[in-house]
């Protein structure tokens, strides 16, 4: 078949520049219809699960976007849905004693 024949070098350079000006010109079209809702990049995902299923809290939309672990529930190693406690500074150290 001549559809499975590698396409000239000039073709492939064509292909590539057509497509990544169309994929830049989308993403600019893109972001000005959302700025003009208040919407930045990324937030139409958020969005979008809001709109299927309102009130789910960040963590569930964290998961769901594949952004937390399916069994972390705020934080809490054993899914209790109980917030994480603090954690200390990363720059103290146990091992610094004060003077």
């Known amino acids: 078949m ?4 590698p396409l000239p070098d000039s073709q492939t ?7 990544w000006a169309a994929k830049h010109d989308l993403a ?8 003009r809702h208040g919407v930045h990049e ?7 699960l809001l709109w299927a299923e309102d009130g789910q809290a960040p963590g569930e ?7 937390a672990p399916h069994g972390d529930q705020g934080g809490d190693p054993d899914g209790g849905g109980r917030p ?7 720059w103290r150290s146990s091992a610094v004693t004060s003077p």
Not at 2 to 5: A, F, H, M, P, T
Not at 13 to 19: G, I, M, P, R, S
Not at 42 to 48: A, E, H, M
């Open 84 to 90: 994480a406690p603090p954690r200390a500074a990363p």
């Open 13 to 19: 350079t064509d292909f590539q520049t057509a497509f």
């Open 61 to 67: 939309i964290a998961r769901q976007l594949g952004l």
């Open 42 to 48: 990324g937030q139409q995902f958020i969005l979008r």
């Open 2 to 5: 001549s559809g499975d024949l």
């Open 28 to 35: 600019v079209a893109t972001a000005a219809a959302f700025s």
